[in-house]
Structure formats: structure tokens, C-alpha cells
């Protein structure tokens, strides 16, 4: 541009550092670039120092960030939210969770109010390291300031309290979300209803399964076979509390939306069936394999085989006892 005779403006150099920052290639580029400014007779400003510090967080270079950070301090250019929230997330990525809290109170100290990114961001890196608890801390905190949660906070609270195997309190933070008016992703509910079967709670799963479908949330191409995994979990779960009407429920459900059914959630719905002696089910669900291709196997013919045989054998001697009762009558 100073060879066409226009000088740069602080503006579009900003913009063209912040071109240059969404690749590993060429960040190098536009911390050269940064360096030669006030040589361009542009002094760098908030913007200007943002940009460079968002950008290298992203590819992971914390040391330089942290001295961009020091360095616009001194020379009198206060950091904004954006830019404290930018390096706190950098510094929770890298593990630095302790440091990011730091500069969270930091920011505080210095007038400057936290806003929902800065809040999640910390939060992220505290539950990824496990530390649920102060990431719930913080989210009662800003509650108190009047900061509203977003999907992003909620998402972050309920997969790190998952992690932690604390199930129920994820379940009472996505009660609280959808209170909000916010729609959890099938990814998250597939989280807790996991959690729910790790811990036998099938109902309760399978509650969350159905508002699934009320709710028309459906699966994305990379949580669909955890979708399927989780469905056919909770039928043999359902199985295995003796519930055959709210599992059979589900398998229906299942194929009406195009969910594979596991042969071997075929098979133990099949031999569940037979338990109860609900042929009629057991029959539908035989179909419903030979429909797809797939063969039953021993187990599951002689379960079958062995409940017609006694239903047969029942059906004779009631037909036998009813017989001795009308020539008794006639006598």
C-alpha cells in the first residue's frame, strides 16, 4: 500500500494480521507484520494487540501471548474483556488453569466485568481438568452479576459434571438450561443418558430418550452411532428392570426412526418376551430380523420353541379340564 502512496491504517492492518492469524503457516507472517508497525508510523492499539494475542492462543504459543499482554500493560494500553477473555481461554487450552484463574481476578481487580465467554472459557478448563466444583462456583457467581449462561456454559458444565461421574447434578443443569429456553444437542443428552445407564438408572434414560423425540432433536453424523449405542442400551436395560412394555415401546420407536437394532438387543428382547409369555411380541421381533436379514440364533428358537410347546401343553389341559367339566355337567 506505501508504494502505491497510501499509507496503512491501523485498521487495515489489523485486518490483514487478523487474515494471517487463522493459519499455522502464516502467524509468523503477521507477528513480523505487528513488529514492523510503529516502523509504518502505526502505533499498535487495543484492537491491533487482540487480534495478536487471540491469534497466537490459537496455535498454542502462550509465552508470546502472555508478553503482548505485559507489553500493551506498559505502554498504558488497558486490556479489554476481549482481549483477558482471549488469553484466559489460551491459558486454560494449555492447561494453565490455575494461571487463567489469576488473570480472571486480575481482570476483576482492574474494573473490567467478565461477560459470559470469559466465564464459560474458564469454566471449560477448570472441568477438563476436573474441577467441577469451582466451575459450579463460578456459575452461581455469575448468576449473582447478572451475567446470563449461554448453551455454551451450560454444554460445559454438563460434560465436565458427566466426566466426573456426578450424573445427577448434569440432570438438574440441563433441567435448568431447557428452563431458559435453550435447546440441549443430541450429543449432550446422549452424555447424561449414558451416564444414566452407567449407573442402572434405564427409566429415567429412557425418559430423556422420549424427549428426544418430542422435542425433534435428532442425532448429527457424528453422534449418530453413539445414538445407536445408547438406544439399544437402554432396551436391554429396560429388559433387565422387567419392564417389557416400555422396552418393546422403545425397539418400535427405534425402527419407526431408523435406528439399527443390535442382534443382540434382538435376542434378549426375544427371550424377555418369551419370559413373560408374550409370544405375539416375540413373534414381531423374529419378523422384524428375518425382515433385515439377520437369522435368530439356537437360543433364541429354543426360548421360542419351548414357550409355544408350554402354551400348547397349557392350552390341552385346559381344554382337557373343560371337557371332564361338561361330561360332569351332562352326568
Sequence with gaps: ?????????????????????KNIDTVDAAVKIFREMTGRGCVPDLYNYGTMI??????????ESKELFHEMEGKGCSPSVVTYTCLIKGL?????????????????????????FSYSSLMDGLCKNGRSKQAMELLHLMVMKRVKPNTITYTTLISGLCKEGKVLEAV????????????????????VITELCGLK???????????????????SRLTWSLHIKINNMVVKG?????????????????????????????????KFCCE????????????????????????????????????????????????????????
Design 1 to 21: 500500500m506505501r508504494e502505491m502512496g497510501i499509507p496503512p491504517s491501523l485498521v487495515t492492518l489489523n485486518i490483514l494480521i487478523k487474515a494471517l492469524c
Design 276 to 331: 413373560k409369555g408374550d409370544l405375539q411380541k416375540a413373534d414381531r421381533i423374529v419378523d422384524d430380523m428375518a425382515t433385515d436379514g439377520c437369522a435368530p440364533d439356537e437360543g433364541v428358537w429354543n426360548k421360542m420353541v419351548g414357550e409355544f410347546w408350554d402354551q400348547r401343553k397349557a392350552r390341552a389341559a385346559f381344554e382337557s379340564v373343560l371337557n371332564d367339566q361338561m361330561v360332569y355337567c351332562y352326568d
Design 201 to 219: 438408572r434405564f427409566q429415567e434414560a429412557a425418559n430423556f430418550l422420549d424427549e428426544m423425540v418430542l422435542g425433534r432433536i435428532t442425532p
Design 92 to 116: 486454560c487450552q494449555s492447561e494453565k488453569v490455575d494461571e487463567g484463574m489469576g488473570l480472571f481476578e486480575k481482570m476483576k481487580t482492574n474494573g473490567v466485568e467478565p461477560n459470559v
Design 172 to 191: 438438574a443443569i440441563l433441567d435448568r438450561m431447557k428452563l431458559q429456553d435453550l435447546k440441549p444437542d443430541a450429543g449432550l443428552y446422549g452424555k
Design 54 to 63: 487471540n491469534g497466537l492462543c490459537r496455535f498454542d504459543r502462550i509465552s
Design 238 to 270: 429396560l429388559c433387565a428392570e422387567g419392564d417389557l412394555n416400555r422396552a418393546f415401546r422403545l425397539y418400535l420407536s427405534m425402527r419407526t426412526r431408523g435406528i439399527s437394532v443390535e442382534v443382540e438387543t434382538s435376542h434378549e428382547l426375544v
